[in-house]
């Protein structure tokens, strides 16, 4: 069998898929904001699955950030209390085994293209637009880490102009300013529409006023698109995949799927832009399945 762990930056949750992939059970605890705190829960759920159904499992964990190549410490996650950590050696010592590591947006990707939103396509970009902005590529259900270990990461690339720049550009948590993150972000839309309207509203309520025909939230909502739009350009003129598998809170804004290849074709290098931008399938359990998915064969 095989236990999958989404390590995010507010919930750790845990799942147990039997041989063929079918979800046994999922259990899910608050990530202590602290290094051990957080080493203490992943074993913990991962010792309490084994010892209910007496058997060792494949183990995979789907963290933010990814594992340096030169100190196999993490980098660049947004759970910055576990960044230049030696997390995946620290877990495989407190399991005596190896395990399975990967970014969550990749675990995210690879459960998409396996039997998600993506099956149907050979090259799948997924995309998670959350408290933070990742991505991961998956191509022929493998996913593709890339030498510096920072495929997909066009979250932090820099927002380019476009026909409508109103919107500031702050500084991000990477030290530089302006990245794609500071602007598509949950807390980036929130910000930004402070910024605009001196008003503090986050996310989710900013969609629920828009759904209801607020004039303001629905036309912020058009300008956000666009943004959007100009950071999948920047994904789909280098990668062009089938489909990008949009997953985190952002996701659920309903007025992105009708409206945003309108919008794409401004900003792609093409007389055509047909790229499926698919909402996820499986939702908030895409992370910890492909977690699980890693130890799959
Ligand atoms: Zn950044």
Request: with cysteine; charged share 25%; hydrophobic share 30%.
């Amino acid at each position: 069998m095989h236990i999958g762990v989404d390590l995010g930056g507010t919930k750790t949750e845990c799942i147990i898929l039997d041989q063929k992939g079918k979800e046994i059970e999922r259990l899910r605890k608050e990530t202590p904001k602290n290094y051990y705190g957080t080493l203490e829960t992943v074993c913990e759920l991962v010792n309490f699955f084994e010892k209910k159904y007496k058997v060792e499992c494949s183990v995979g964990i789907g963290t933010p950030g990814a594992l340096s190549k030169e100190t196999n410490c993490i980098k660049g996650g947004n759970s910055t209390w576990i960044n230049d950590r030696p997390l995946k050696k620290d877990i495989e010592l407190r399991l005596n085994r190896s395990i399975f590591f990967e970014n969550d947006a990749n675990c995210f990707a690879l459960s998409e293209s396996y039997d998600g939103a993506g099956i149907e396509h050979e090259i799948v970009f997924g995309v998670i637009i959350g408290t933070g902005v990742g991505g991961g590529l998956v191509i022929n259900n493998k996913i593709i880490n890339g030498f510096n270990n920072i495929t997909g990461e066009w979250g932090h690339n820099q927002m380019t102009y476009g026909t409508n720049d109103k919107w500031n550009r702050h500084d991000c948590y990477c030290g530089k300013k302006g990245c794609i993150e500071t602007y598509l972000s949950g807390p980036g839309l929130s910000k930004h529409y402070y910024d605009l309207h001196k008003k503090s509203l986050d996310a989710k309520t900013i969609q629920e006023n828009a759904n209801n025909g607020d004039d303001q939230a629905l036309e912020f909502i058009n300008e956000y698109l666009d943004y959007l739009a100009r950071g999948l350009a920047q994904v789909i003129n280098i990668i062009d995949p089938g489909a990008i598998i949009l997953g985190g809170g952002v996701s659920n804004m309903k007025q992105i799927y009708g409206n945003i290849n309108s919008k794409l074709k401004k900003y792609v290098f093409s007389d055509t832009v047909n790229t499926q931008i698919l909402k996820n399938r499986f939702g908030d359990s895409s992370g910890v399945r492909g977690a699980a998915s890693l130890g799959r064969k």
